[in-house]
């Protein structure tokens, strides 16, 4: 049971825009940055989003994060075909004194 | 270019030991927390493990506290993480993360360790 809540699944169509959600408590989303990351088949995970919102140099801007009180999401919009992987959000816990991770939302693109 | 790369995976019994290696290159190593992450087959990423840039302070997930131990050598660029008393549940993919200020801003390729009689 991850302490960061990701749905398992998520689909659209070609062009469609999806959005992942990921949950958290006081003591990591509601006060911590996060950040997301792309894991293609068989590939390490790659950075997506830092800091709530920010993408590193490269990604393109069909990614986009945002957050609200303990929750944040992620938005792919223009889906293509490249982006069927698992994504995860991450962010430090207080509590627990160190990163956490989401499950993982496997996207499928129809 | 930042490059990663982890080495000294491989198949050990239960209650054996192995050390993994992260040799880093492409920026100055010393300036950088680093961390390990794994990912059992079919399953999600779990943080394992982090230490500060000076070595200094670590960290490490309750499931391997006290039978892991992260250090560095910043003079060799190279990151470890010794593993005793490994477990069927310690079997994963590990890679080594480079943690800069709004995450884990690059990875390795990966080192798989397979634990089993």
């Known amino acids: 049971q991850s302490v960061l809540t990701q749905p398992p699944s998520a689909s659209e169509t070609p062009g469609q825009r999806v959005t992942i959600s990921c949950s958290g408590s006081s003591s990591n989303i509601g006060s911590n940055p996060v950040s997301w990351y792309q894991q293609l088949p068989g590939t390490a995970p790659k950075p997506l989003i830092f800091?709530?919102?920010q993408r590193p140099s490269g990604v393109p801007d069909r990614f986009s994060g945002s957050k609200s009180g303990t929750s944040v999401s992620l938005a792919i919009s223009g889906l293509q075909s490249e982006d069927e992987a698992d994504y995860y959000c991450s962010v430090w816990d207080d509590s627990l004194n160190g990163p956490v991770f989401g499950g993982g939302t496997k996207v499928t693109v129809l | 270019e930042v490059q990663l790369v982890e080495s000294g995976g491989g198949l050990v019994q239960p209650g054996e030991s192995l050390r993994l290696s992260c040799a880093a290159s492409?920026?100055?190593?010393?300036?950088?927390?680093m961390h390990w992450v794994r990912q059992a087959p079919g399953s999600g990423l779990e943080f394992v493990s982090a230490i500060t840039n000076n070595g200094v302070t670590t960290y490490y997930a309750k499931s391997v506290k006290g039978r892991f131990t992260i250090s560095r050598d910043n003079s060799k660029n190279t990151l470890y993480l010794q593993m005793d008393s490994l477990r069927v549940e310690d079997m994963a993919v590990y890679y080594c993360?480079?943690?800069?200020?709004?995450?884990?801003?690059?990875w390795g390729q990966g080192t798989l360790v397979t634990v089993s009689s």
């Open positions: 993360a480079r943690r800069g200020s709004g995450g884990y801003d690059n």
């Open positions: 800091n709530n919102n």
């Open positions: 492409g920026f100055t190593f010393s300036h950088y927390g």
